[in-house]
Nanobody, 115 residues
Framework: QVQLVESGGGLVQPGGSLRLSCAAS????????ISWYRQAPGKQRELVAS???????NYADSVKGRFTVSRDNTKDTVYLQMNSLKPEDTAVYSC?????????WGQGTQVTVSS
């Protein structure tokens, strides 16, 4: 059974940092591309960052220079380091594992940026 479990969300002040984790089990993790998505209330889900099986990365323009995605295949985990957080980063963040037609989602973790 494939599981993706996000953690690390919470409440942080503007300008602060958080590190999200996406821990996978039940799949050959190293061959999957992993993406982070977020969805704010009343808005469509958007792609935040992704990392390929070989380590290539992509970012949404809104987070470039502030967020960093990385993976540790020895721990079957992908991380999203989020710095200089803004109120508009408030959303539920979810990870997606994808390879060909296979896709698996985590349950999400809430990030709230507020003073």
């Amino acid at each position: 059974q494939v599981q993706l479990v996000e953690s690390g969300g919470g409440l942080v002040q503007p300008g602060g940092s958080l590190r999200l984790s996406c821990a996978a089990s039940g799949l050959n993790f190293s061959i999957y591309a992993i993406s982070w998505y977020r969805q704010a209330p009343g808005k469509q889900r958007e792609l935040v960052a992704s990392i390929g099986s070989a380590g290539s990365t992509n970012y949404a323009d809104s987070v470039k220079g502030r967020f960093t995605v990385s993976r540790d295949n020895t721990k079957d985990t992908v991380y999203l380091q989020m710095n200089s957080l803004k109120p508009e980063d408030t959303a539920v963040y979810s990870c997606l594992a994808k390879r060909a037609w296979l896709t698996y989602w985590g349950q999400g973790t809430q990030v709230t940026v507020s003073s």
